[in-house]
C-alpha cells in the first residue's frame, strides 16, 4: 500500500509543529478514491506537546502528492465551542 505524505499540523494553542502524517495514512485505507479526491478527511490528533485535541481536516493535493492541512475548515470546527465538543466526542477524543 502507498504511504502519503502529509504536511505537518501546526497546534494552535503551543505551536508546536506535530507529525500527522501516520495518522493520515491510518484513515486513508478507509476511504474510496473519490473521497480522497473530492473531499477532506478528518484526523482526530493530540498535540504531542501540550495535548490539545483537534479533528484536523486534511485534504489530497495531486500537485505536491500530499496531504495538506486545510487550517480554515479546521478553524471553523473550532470557533463554535458546542460543535467543537461534539466534533471532539464523535471522534473519541473526549
Ligand atoms: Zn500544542
Redesign the pocket.
Known sequence: MKFFASDDWK??????E?YIADSVNEIVPNKTVRELEEENIDVPFE??????KEVILVGYNEEKDRFVVDYFGTKLFRNCKKEREQILKDANLL
Open positions: 497546534c494552535p494553542k503551543c505551536g508546536t506535530n498535540c504531542d506537546n501540550c495535548g490539545y
